[in-house]
């Protein structure tokens, strides 16, 4: 496996909604996004305005992507298809997409997620060093203040 990372450019969209749907925890159909106001011309429409991100290939095909609001400083979405779970792919992602935010200015960033404490997303984000911050309508927030330079 040799993966490679890169940013999200309008042409990809269509096959982050595949990977999005894909995920083992909370999985989003393509039609439970679009009832909540995330369809392809939406996302396409933010991308560079606002909405930025990495994404994962390997050997082609997109394996998992990343999203941050850079203008909120919220972390958005991070997805990656089951078969390449655990490989370090999640990882990398937050990582970079946590870059993002940091150059956009941000000195503190947050995210929301479910409040299942036994899902690997609450481990990867607490694994790098997000805190919980309070739950709020069935959401479980985190936040993560900018690393010293």
């Known amino acids: 496996m ?3 990372f890169r940013k999200i450019e309008p042409g990809d969209v269509a ?4 990977v999005r749907s894909s995920v083992r925890e909370n999985p989003f159909s393509v039609e ?3 009832k909540i106001g995330i369809t392809p011309k939406s996302v396409v429409e ?3 305005n606002g909405l930025d991100g990495y994404l994962c290939e390997v050997s082609g095909p997109i394996v998992g992507f990343a ?3 850079l203008k909120e400083g919220e972390f958005s979405v991070i997805a990656v298809f089951p078969d390449y779970e655990r490989r370090g792919i999640g990882q990398e992602l937050l990582r970079l997409t946590e870059n993002l935010l940091w150059l956009a200015g941000h000195t503190s960033i947050w995210l929301w997620t479910g409040t299942d404490r036994n ?3 609450l ?3 607490a694994g790098a060093g997000w805190v919980e911050t309070g739950i709020q309508n069935s959401r479980l927030f985190m936040a ?3 690393p010293a330079q």
């Open 2 to 4: 040799n993966p490679h």
């Open 15 to 18: 096959e982050l909604f595949v």
């Open 32 to 34: 439970g996004l679009a």
């Open 46 to 48: 933010s991308l560079g």
């Open 67 to 69: 999203m941050a609001d």
């Open 119 to 121: 899902t690997r997303a």
């Open 123 to 125: 481990r990867l984000y």
């Open 144 to 146: 993560k203040k900018r």
